[in-house]
């Protein structure tokens, strides 16, 4: 099963961009991070499109993004933004297992590597290997993940297998540095075991949820090399 889009166009100069605009939040926000020693991913930056007005820094705003050649891509593939997150996790560190939430599930992240994500891999495993749900359904356990709860079992103690690799039946791992598309509706981890940086992305989140195939077909059709 297929679970990354390796982009074929990087997008250097829009991570430059985002680079430069942004490294004093990064920083920042690293610090703090650091000293808090959170194991996971965290959400600095939101924008969403319904509400334009809502910017959690002052430093990105809608006008950057309107500066950046993927998302003018995106919008000319037939899509709108829904929101952008920049994440970070710390170095030597391991996510837990997830779902993405937000559409219930949200099928795709287009993501591009800022910093320190040579050492940064996105893991998956096997679908089926649990199951998920929302709490109460079918009489299933839940867990909170990405603040809505689903389910990975039938019993509590099942739940520690979020955190817990060496019970993961992993079947796909990509490298996190360089601009993809990522499959995020079945179970999924980054693994940032073994490198020294602190990891930092900038995932952009659209509109009507489109499906992975779908975002890859329209975003980078095949006949991408003859039109470009
Ligand atoms: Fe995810």
Redesign the pocket.
Known sequence: MKNYHVLKKQYQSDIELLNNKLDEVIKKRIYHFAKSNSEYTSNLISIYHRSPEYITTPLFTWDTLNELEIIRNIRTAGFEIHHVNLFIQLADKLAEL?I?DGADPRHV?INLPLRGCKGSNVLWIRPDQFTSGVLGVNGLDALITNSKPRTIGSKPSDLSVLRDSTTWDIVDSVSANQAIILK?DTW?AVDNRGNLDHRCVFAIRLVKNPGFEETINKLEPTDYETNS
């Open positions: 997830h993405d992240s995020t999924h």
